[in-house]
């Protein structure tokens, strides 16, 4: 690389993945300077006149979107950049916007076949009085990432009115059947799906991948590839790749399923949502799922810089 691209990481942000993102934001700066680029890093916080002046005083050839979450993932920062006429990596405005959103994402998934779970959307308030499906089922706010604000009502619990009482996620959620059986996800770079990571919470209480499993240390086992029957494996990868092009996916993604193997001669698998800003930590999924196919975390990164483009 004779003229090193200069690439600005963009970090941090408002979500409530803010910490997540610091630190997905500093192993790609790290790893990316490792592979010979020019690199700055930058917190996206909200005055968005400081960001666009400090965007245009360090002129990037790409930005490395490393931010996760509202605002980040949800098709805003990926406006900003194209009418800046900045490249960058990961998906465009509308595939984000409609990852972000699981009503439009389950909607996309149904329209091009792929298999989700029965649900609806409903108005958090109605929860209070009523189940709105059999339980066990699953309630999740519509517009946040890495589990957070997810809850499971089971029979004989008494949560609803709890998490009507606590609910800051606005108005609405999705309520899904929920899907016994393991979690699975499989990242897709492009147009090739890499592998399967079957995901084990470890720590007490936790029953599902939530927050804590994903980010506190020990809080989740990882066995990849996957050990699964042969045709759920196959119709993971291809549902994986699938979806990342029903919604128009650029770069990397992640697809996290619910794979119900309680009777092993009639498998189950539900795709549960599409992730465009996969974590990015050199231990994090997509990035060891990488390294298993050859892919070192630094070449991952570089191949999502030389992927970047600007959608104007």
């Known amino acids: 690389m004779s003229t090193p691209k200069r690439v600005t990481v963009l970090m941090g942000g408002m979500s409530s993945e803010r910490v997540v993102s610091l630190s997905s934001g500093e192993g790609v700066a790290e790893a990316l300077r490792s592979k ?5 890093t930058l917190d996206a916080q909200a005055d968005l006149s400081a960001l666009v002046e400090v965007l245009n ?6 930005v490395f979107n490393a931010l996760h979450g509202r605002f980040g993932e949800d098709g805003c920062i990926q406006g900003i950049l194209d009418w800046m006429g900045i490249p960058y990596t990961h998906s465009g405005i509308r595939a984000s ?19 989700v779970a029965e649900g609806m959307v409903v108005e958090i308030a109605s929860l209070a009085d009523a189940d709105p499906l059999p ?3 699953v309630v999740k ?7 957070v604000g997810v809850s499971i009502v089971r029979a004989g619990s008494n949560t609803r009115a709890n998490i009507v009482k606590n609910w800051t996620f606005g108005p609405h959620a999705l309520v899904e059947a929920f899907i016994p059986g393991r979690e699975i996800t499989v990242g897709v770079m492009g147009d090739r799906a890499l592998t399967i990571t079957d995901i084990t919470p470890t720590g007490a209480g936790h029953d599902f991948y939530d927050y804590d499993s994903k980010y506190q240390v020990g809080g989740s086992a990882h066995v990849l590839p996957a050990q699964i029957d042969a045709a759920s494996a196959k119709l993971a ?5 699938k979806a990342h092009q029903a919604l128009g996916c650029s770069g990397a993604s992640r697809s996290d399923f619910r794979l119900d193997d309680t009777n092993q001669d009639q498998p189950h698998l539900v795709l549960l949502e599409v992730n465009t800003q996969p974590g990015m930590t050199a231990t994090s999924l997509l990035p060891e799922q990488a390294a298993y196919c050859g892919i070192t975390y630094p070449e991952l990164c570089a191949w999502l810089v030389e992927q970047a483009a600007c959608r104007q």
Do not use: H, W
């Open 135 to 137: 339980m066990p089922y």
């Open 141 to 147: 706010p519509l517009n946040e990432g890495s589990s």
């Open 237 to 241: 990868l291809e549902v994986a790749v």
């Open 97 to 115: 916007a409609n990852a972000m959103d699981k009503a439009a994402a389950r909607a996309i998934f149904q329209t091009a076949g792929l298999p």
């Open 36 to 40: 010979g680029y020019d690199v700055c």
């Open 57 to 62: 005083a360090q002129k990037p050839d790409v």
